[in-house]
């Protein structure tokens, strides 16, 4: 919420980036907020959450939603990111406006459909063949089919465009180095972008690669799901908090970093101030 009130109490919001970063913030309220209403829905009743109801298919349909759109928001910021900085030498192409708000609509309408194919019945409330364990009454057969494309999405795409980053600013510093330029400017870039994406990188890791794992294991299973009580739903709700870790972490990675940022906090509570200018590398 801090992320979104500044970035739209600023003059910043028409930039591509920080139309991605406000939708990023969106994103991880929404993970939060379903996660809460999980959460409430298992103090008020342990059982569906663990043996499946129908009152369990909305949260985990928006759950999913929000967690896809997500995923595809640091996907196309990632992407935003290597387009700026490979193309910033040339004119015929720019990173625009528009470009980020298609890429937002984009990102939405293909989670929000993704996440509600279990609404639309694809689940499995009527039959127990195919029935998940963790995410009951989702079917084994759905949780592949979104997790392992959108996993492989998550960590392959980010650690490309980033490293091709690195790359491109080690290029150009050679370049100039080359040409006795100074090239301060670049080594600074490059420290923090490779900082930044192994941060990046790690936080994608230590938050997503559990829940894959869990899936993995609700595919292979044969047990009966009151033989893996408690041990199982235990690694669930983890799953479920390395998730919100990540809701919190990605406005530290991506925002409140900046210093800028941290001014223009400063700058909304004296409006005679002067605004400081975002420079997003």
Avoid at 18 to 23: D, K
Avoid at 137 to 157: E, K, Q, T
Avoid at 229 to 252: D, E, Q, S
């Amino acid at each position: 919420c801090t992320v979104i009130f500044t970035r739209m109490a600023t003059k910043d919001l028409h930039k591509p980036i920080s139309i991605l970063f406000c939708n990023l913030a969106f994103s991880d309220l929404f993970t939060s907020f379903s996660g809460f209403w999980i959460s409430l829905l298992f103090i008020t009743n342990p059982d569906i959450t663990i043996f499946g109801s129908k009152d369990m298919l909305a949260p985990y349909a928006l759950y999913t939603m929000s967690i896809l759109s997500t995923i595809y928001n640091l996907v196309s910021i990632g992407i935003e990111r290597y387009l700026a900085v490979a193309e910033s030498m040339r004119t015929r192409f720019r990173v625009a406006r528009n470009h980020s708000i298609a890429a937002v609509l984009i990102n939405w309408v293909l989670a929000f459909f993704l996440g509600c194919l279990p609404l639309m019945g694809w689940n499995c409330l009527d039959t127990e063949k195919n029935l998940s364990v963790l995410y009951s009454p989702f079917c084994v057969d759905y949780l592949i089919f979104i997790a392992i494309p959108n996993v492989v999405v998550a960590f392959i795409v980010p650690l490309f465009t980033y490293l091709r980053i690195i790359i491109i600013l080690r290029k150009r510093k050679l370049r100039m180095k080359a040409h006795g330029q100074a090239t301060g400017t670049y080594k600074s870039a490059e420290i923090q972008v490779a900082r930044t994406s192994t941060f990046i990188w790690l936080l994608t890791l230590i938050s997503y690669f559990p829940f894959f794992a869990g899936v993995i294991f609700d595919a292979t299973n044969h047990q009966c799901p009151i033989d893996l009580y408690p041990g199982i739903y235990i690694f669930r709700n983890c799953t479920a908090v390395l998730v919100t870790m990540n809701c919190l972490g990605n406005p530290i990675i991506y925002t409140l970093k900046v210093k800028t940022l941290g001014a223009k906090l400063k700058a909304l509570n004296c409006l005679s101030t002067n605004r400081v200018r975002a420079c997003t590398i």
